[in-house]
């Protein structure tokens, strides 16, 4: 009994001590990046599906709406706050919220704003919010208590709005962030650079100019919806095309649609150096 009390007591600190290195926050000197959510609009499960991806007992075929942590030194930011961003914030334990960066104003990337009201209120100070101006007057529409200056609720969270305007950088801490234009169909919004780390959701399209501001990236996100061709996001085939000529060290694959497949069978036909994202994937660069 007692060896194995000591033995179990030993595996609970193994655990915990594993937990505390693999976690964001306490690695130094590189940036980590840990991916929230890497669904499609709906997630997966949809509601009431009866797909087989939908009723799968894998982990990585769960998929929470398209959403990544970034940390880096004493950094740690968002991009895009999806319905799910109070359980992502929750699965993998961020505690303190810099800042939030915004792709685009489609519901699966805001509808979870409400939800930084715990940060706001354990940090005593506004968060600011960088979005192009288009997406702050959308989000201050569909928000409008938490802008509003008039009687404002106590209980709403306290925000900053900052415009990011294409080919201008912005500076979150020390570190110069390249916003990059991309086309979501008919609808121009933006994906991120930060040194060698490229973040794209919902692309269809991408011009010339954009296209030279991610060469050179060691670490390429780009969102594959499924093998048939959508009218506003890239598919599988063109996702992998766009990697190829970019030829990235890694990249990883997101904003996912139950109708790829199941992850492992996916993964198996993919080239070597391309990996579909999953939620809770932790990658370092
Ligand atoms: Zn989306």
């Not at 998929?63 to 359980?87: K, Y």
């Not at 011009?207 to 969102?223: F, H, P, Q, T, Y």
Request: glycine residues 6%.
């Amino acid at each position: 009994m007692r060896i194995n009390f000591y033995f179990c007591k030993y595996l609970v600190f193994y655990f915990l001590d594993l937990e505390i290195l693999s976690s964001p926050r306490f690695k130094k000197g590189i940036m980590q990046i840990y991916f929230l959510g890497t669904g499609t609009s709906q997630g997966i499960p949809v509601i009431g599906s009866k797909h087989p991806v939908c009723k799968s007992n894998d982990p990585k075929d769960v998929r929470l709406r398209v959403s990544v942590w970034l940390t880096w030194e004493d950094n740690s930011i968002v991009i895009d706050c999806g319905p799910d961003f109070r359980q992502q914030m929750l699965n993998s334990g961020c505690e303190k919220l810099d800042a939030i960066i915004f792709t685009h104003e489609h519901a699966d990337h805001t509808a979870g704003l409400d939800d930084i009201r715990p940060f706001y209120f354990q940090q005593k100070k506004n968060i600011p919010l960088f979005a192009h101006n288009r997406v702050l007057e959308n989000i201050k529409k569909r928000f409008e208590y938490i802008f509003t200056t008039v009687d404002k609720y106590p209980g709403a969270p306290g925000v900053d709005v900052i415009e990011i305007k294409n080919n201008h950088n912005f500076v979150i801490g020390n570190t110069n962030i390249t916003p990059i234009e991309v086309n979501h169909g008919n609808l121009s919004i933006f994906g991120f650079r930060i040194n060698d780390f490229v973040y794209l959701t919902d692309v269809k399209s991408i011009n010339d100019s954009e296209m030279e501001k991610i060469k050179g990236a060691k670490i390429l996100v780009v969102n594959a919806l499924r093998e048939e061709a959508h009218q506003t996001h890239f598919n599988l085939q063109e996702a992998l095309d766009f990697i190829h000529l970019l030829q990235p060290e890694k990249a990883y694959l997101t904003h996912i649609s139950h109708l790829l497949g199941f992850h492992e069978e996916v993964q198996k036909r993919l080239p070597h150096n391309v990996f579909l994202a999953y939620d809770n994937l932790i990658v370092s660069i």
